[in-house]
């Protein structure tokens, strides 16, 4: 009789799953620290089938709520010192603008904040950014740290850092199933199994379904189809600020001005959008209704541009109850996510925290907000 074969199960420090923003900061964050890793993703590094794909994303500090604002002014040092590492651009500095009642809000908090800030009235605006419309009266406020996030290059870039200092990157690995043990956690792989301390779960849209078995405090996810489309500006001297639509009522549009290697300037609605499976993907279908609001908006909002759109992209949404992260530990287990829509200009502050959390240390920034108990989050 031949005896079987028992594979050998890998040990390995930290585990993280998913090579989206979080999961690679959070990569880069322990790599930088000199703690041994391993990064999982079940697709192929810089895939389309997640949230944190696609040319640019908007930077600000301007939220409706001070906390979001305090985290993204300490974002922005994050930023500073990722690019300093990579040794290029990936936040092109254009200003923001905020339209729409909300944008008193956001006023509100950054003057909390201690962040300058000012109100453009319709008259200022052409001279400032000719692109804009403004409707008589109506005034819009500008913060100048925005700008637009180089989204594929950074992905790209926290890869590499993290490499550089010892991360073991494995594409094409997808954890079938995670079960803590005592002290440790066991991943199953179609490879081979892996025996971490502690696992990072930052799986963007499938962390509910990796996570159901493993943690006692699930996360509610919900996964939602975007779409965005691309506009060419009539005049290429023209200024573009970020832009974002606060309304009482209507669609929250928001605009992310050409930077790196976006074909156009970039507009999208934030909108729940339809929930899907990720697992279903990839998703290429285009509502063709949501198109037409798009160019409708561009021809009443935006005369700087073309208003025929081109270039559609889809992305997923991963969405809390609250639209808060999701930023917390459960024994061995580390879950990061819930990006609902803004998680991108955090995240290499994010996989600090991460990387905080995975070494039993508590974060900078507080995290109460963030925690896998808060009401609603789980079932
Ligand atoms: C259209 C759009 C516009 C946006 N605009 C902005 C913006 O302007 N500013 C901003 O701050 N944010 C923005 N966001 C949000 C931001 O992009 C996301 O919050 C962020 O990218 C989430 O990253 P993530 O790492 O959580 O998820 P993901 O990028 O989805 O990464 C999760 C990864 O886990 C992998 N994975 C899943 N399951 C497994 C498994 N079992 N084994 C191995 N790997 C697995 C997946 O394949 C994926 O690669 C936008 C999002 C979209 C969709």
Redo the contacts with the bound molecule.
Sequence with gaps: MTPAIVAAVERVEIAI???????SATARALGARGVPAVL????DLG?A????HGAT??FRFSYPDPGYVRMAVIAREAWARLQDDAGEELLVMTGGLDAGPGASACAAALKECGVQHTWLAAGELPARFPGIAARPGERMLFQADSGVLLAGRAVAALHRLASRDGVSIRAQ???LGIEPQGERVLLRTPAGEISARVAVI?????NEA?LARAVARVPRLTATL?Q?RYFSPRTASDDWPTLIEWPAEGLNWYI?PVAGDAPGVKV?AHIRGRTVDPSAGPFSEIDRALEDEAEKYVRRRLPGLVPAGFGAET????MTCDEHFVLDREGPIVVG?G?S?????FGPLLGEMLADLALGKETRIPRQRFSLSRPGLSP
């Design positions: 799953v998913g090579s989206g923003v979080i999961g999982l993703e079940q697709f895939h089938r997640g949230s944190s994303r908007i690995t997808r954890v930052a799986a963007g849209g499938w990796l975007q965005l992310v999208a992305c997923l949404y991963t996510g990006g829509g803004h998680a991108f200009k």
